[in-house]
């Protein structure tokens, strides 16, 4: 009767040959898919778009003035003690989209307001500094909002958008 024992035996030369042929074919698909993947990636013009710094400097206390980011118009407001002092004493009640002023300016640098320069009705561009609360107007359908660019008034649904940003320092502001 044979024995049914196994016998452990040192790998073969064909062992080492299956090993190293599945390691150079694995090697060779993740060369062939590296490109093919990578092409999805945004290219280097939409990487700069994404993101912009702006000297604050030069605008002065109650200037406006409207920059592009991704190709969108941003109001960048550098407010006056009054204008804040208004925006902050508004009652949430009486908003369309309620959000206060703190919600829409960074801590410490409440003077300095960022906004998406597009009515949110149909995408106008509003008129600053303008309007029956001094904020902006909306000319196409009536859209009124405040000091802290937040609707009031008009067909439009919401305020006006707040964009990510940050302050790099006390006159530089990322916007994206």
Known sequence: MASNTQTQTEPTRRDFLYVATGAVGAVGVVGVAWPLINQMNPDASVLALASAEYDLTPIAEGQSVTVKWRGLPVFIRHRTPKEIQEAQAVPLSE??????????????????????????????????????????????????????????RGPAPKNLVVPPYEFLSDTMIQIG
């Open 95 to 152: 908003l369309k989209d309620p959000e206060t002023d703190e919600q829409r300016t960074k801590p410490g640098h409440e003077q300095w307001l960022v906004m998406i320069a597009n009515c949110t009705h149909l995408g106008c561009i509003p008129v600053g500094e303008s309007g029956e609360y001094d904020g902006w107007f909306c000319p196409c359908h009536g859209s009124v909002y405040d000091t802290a660019g937040r609707i009031r």
